[in-house]
């Protein structure tokens, strides 16, 4: 069965938008983006909210700029080709290798587990990620912690009144100070 994780750049201080909706701190150098990069690489299907969605649109056009890096063109070249389900109520249509979920986030996931396929269902998005972690459907958390203190916005991590034991099975530390942590979710 696919597992369902969850990976995101977050600020040390556990948020993944500042309070002014700004990101700007997450801009990945070579060896944080290599990691990215080997991330989407492993993923079969990736879930995304509608503000994430439009903010990856980039990447749907990026691989027709040839004077972009290697790195950042072969990014390009597997986003690109990645297949995708948006999950909005505002938008009527989406482009490229993606398309619009029918359902709910329970049923499109009980689906997407069942379904032949390789590669792990990545979700992103701290909204819908929330809906999933309430719902117990996320098996990984994956963060690429800043070494920067946001002081408010988007939180990485859902609120909510439910423990949930993790075991570590990755860490990176990388020359720019930001560092790598995967998680299971212990069953």
Known sequence: ?????????????????GP????????PDEEVFRLATDEVREVGVHLLGRRLYET????ET????????????EFAGI????????????LSAVQGNARLARGGLAEEIERLRAAPGKGHIAIGGATLA????????????????????VGGGIPFFPQRERR????LVDTRT????????????VR
């Open 174 to 185: 990388f020359s720019s100070g930001a560092v790598y942590l995967r998680y299971r979710v």
């Open 56 to 59: 990856m649109l980039y990447w």
């Open 20 to 27: 002014d909706g700004g990101f700007n701190w997450t801009v």
């Open 130 to 149: 929330a809906e999933a972690a309430a719902l117990d459907l996320i098996d990984e958390y994956r963060a690429r912690v800043y070494p920067v203190l």
């Open 62 to 73: 990026a691989d027709q700029n040839p004077s972009l890096a290697f790195s950042t063109l």
């Open 79 to 90: 986003w690109k080709s990645l297949p995708k389900v948006v999950f909005s109520t505002t």
């Open 164 to 167: 949930v034991d993790l075991e």
């Open 1 to 17: 069965m696919r597992s369902v994780t969850y990976s995101m750049s977050v600020s040390l201080d556990g948020y993944i938008v």
